[in-house]
């Protein structure tokens, strides 16, 4: 192949990806499912951590839950980002910045 095509074609995939990856960013997750269970621990876990406290046990919910009580985004880099935005946002950019890792290290078309 020649030099000129696998710039065209990687540009052509960069493209598409984007897109894709412009679609979560705009309307959020594609489920809802987890929302009451990873989203909802996600926001608990990060105000804990900006209040200073181990994110162990939340006495918000209830009479107290120890926490994770599912799968969250507490060891996350970002997960910052659901103490001071709301949590479809944080989402939205949790899923925007993987989409872009991701395409960022695709591998290059093979000759």
């Known amino acids: 192949m020649s030099r000129r095509r696998l710039i065209i074609e990687g540009l052509f995939s960069a493209v598409g990806g984007l897109f894709l990856v412009s679609v979560f960013a705009l309307s959020g ?32 919910l209830g009479f107290g839950v120890a926490l994770p009580f599912s799968e969250t985004f507490t060891y996350h880099p970002l997960v910052l ?31």
């Open 29 to 60: 997750p594609p489920t809802t499912e987890e929302v009451p269970t990873t989203v909802i621990g996600s926001v608990l876990s990060a105000q804990s951590l900006v209040d200073g406290v181990v994110p162990f046990w939340t006495s918000n």
């Open 81 to 111: 980002l659901f103490a001071y935005l709301n949590p479809h946002a944080a989402t939205a950019i949790i899923l925007w910045v993987h989409g872009m890792l991701a395409i960022f290290f695709l591998p290059a078309p093979m000759p």
